[in-house]
């Protein structure tokens, strides 16, 4: 039973990212969630009392992966330099993903002060994977440093969205370049 259960959470799961992908938030129902799984919709309110709760256990099980996935490619460089790099392109790669952007899509006024909290600590956790490249490269503060380096990634997210809807014309290569230029020399450098 309990095997089942799992099967159906993770059917839920699978679901809702389609979902949320296809059509952000809006698109997230429950009776959408039913008819994608087969599952009655009293049965989606089995493991969900509501939307944001499904989004919250989006976060909780994709969210580990995907750091997972960064600190991997970090750890394959061999210096400080390119393991910033590897950071920065791993979160482009992985807001190019559709899991991501099903969780991208979420309404954070949907989400209680608990859930919120939970995420911000989540991406806390992502931007400490980069503390100590920056450290290595000899930077006085590296904490301040990491959480500004985040804010160049989810502005270079921002541009791949906006050419996704009709924006800019740079391809995700270019924003990827132009993000760790940026991250890695500042302003001036190339």
């Known amino acids: 039973m309990a095997e089942h259960r799992q099967l159906q959470r993770a059917a839920l799961l699978d679901a809702a990212r389609s979902l949320l992908t296809e059509g952000g938030m809006d698109a997230l129902t429950f009776p959408a969630l039913a ?3 087969g599952l009655a919709r009293s049965s989606v309110y089995e493991y969900f009392r509501s939307r944001a709760a499904v989004v919250e256990l989006l ?4 969210f580990p992966l995907w750091a997972a996935e960064i600190e991997a490619g970090m750890e394959s460089c061999d210096t400080a330099a390119a393991r910033i790099e590897a950071y920065v392109r791993g979160q482009l790669a ?27 600590a989540a ?10 490249a920056l450290q290595d490269l000899g930077h006085e503060q590296p904490r301040l440093a990491a959480g500004l380096l985040q804010g160049i990634v989810e502005a270079a997210v921002r541009q791949a969205e906006q050419r996704a809807t009709g924006g800019p014309a740079e391809s995700p290569d270019v924003i990827a370049d132009a993000a760790v230029a940026l991250a890695l020399h500042g302003l001036g450098g190339s």
């Open 59 to 62: 976060c909780e099980v994709d």
């Open 94 to 120: 992985l807001a190019g993903d559709p899991r991501h952007r099903a969780v991208a899509a979420i309404s954070a006024l949907e989400l209680d002060e608990a859930a919120r909290e939970r995420i911000r």
């Open 35 to 37: 008819a994608r799984t």
């Open 123 to 132: 991406h806390g956790k992502l931007v400490g994977l980069v503390v100590q």
